[in-house]
């Protein structure tokens, strides 16, 4: 059973704009704006493409899912020119920003064909593409493609992982870079 806290278990009316009704569209700039309050960290998604060069986008939809089989999960616009290459490619790197990394989200954020012009990037044993002086790495086996709306659901076997010493995070939050003192 539902245990409710707050203004609704006092009986109190919620603030409006962050309710939305069975009857009522969902706008997206609220939509945006709410689920802005939840920071993300940023990756790098990449894999060598049929041609061999370093194919990736930005991601701040990635989360573990599972232990046992040890699984990620990430979500992907359905309107990147980069996925379907990585797709393709079936292994891929999940390269966890640091914050000093903002211009290398910026190049994979954006459109164009060569992306890691000025990236520094490693291919890595599983032939995952990884990017240098990420806070951590993840190699990952593609497992599964859902379509979720305008986005896929993509789960993926993780083959290695590994993790730098020190450093914080790049952030998402309200639309904009965030850092933070994890170090």
């Known amino acids: 059973m539902e245990r409710l806290t707050g203004p609704a278990a006092a009986g109190e009316a919620a603030d409006p704009v962050a309710v939305v009704g069975p ?3 969902v ?4 939509f945006r704006e709410v689920l802005g ?4 960290g940023i990756t790098v998604v990449a894999a060598v493409a049929d041609d061999g060069s370093p194919a ?8 573990s899912l599972s232990l046992d089989p040890p699984l990620v999960l990430l979500c992907v616009g359905k309107g990147s020119s980069s ?3 990585v797709r393709a490619a079936g292994r891929f790197g999940v390269s966890i920003l640091a914050e000093e990394q903002r211009s290398v989200c910026e190049a ?3 459109r164009g064909e060569d992306k890691f012009a ?12 990884r990017v240098s002086g990420a806070l951590a790495t993840v190699d990952c086996a593609l497992e599964e493609v859902h379509e979720a709306g305008d986005h896929y659901l993509v789960t993926a076997r993780v083959l290695e992982l590994s993790a730098r010493d020190g450093g914080s995070p790049l952030l998402y939050y309200r639309s904009d870079y965030a850092t933070g003192a994890f170090g």
Do not use: M, N, T, Y
Not at 37 to 40: C, I, K, L, P
Not at 56 to 63: D, N, P, Y
Not at 118 to 129: F, I, M, Q, R
């Open 56 to 63: 990736g986008l930005a991601c701040q939809s990635f989360a």
């Open 37 to 40: 309050a939840f920071a993300s």
């Open 23 to 25: 009857a009522a569209p």
């Open 108 to 110: 994979l954020g954006r």
């Open 83 to 85: 996925w379907p290459k």
């Open 118 to 129: 000025d990236v520094d990037w490693e291919l890595s044993p599983h032939g995952a593409v």
């Open 27 to 30: 706008d997206p700039a609220v």
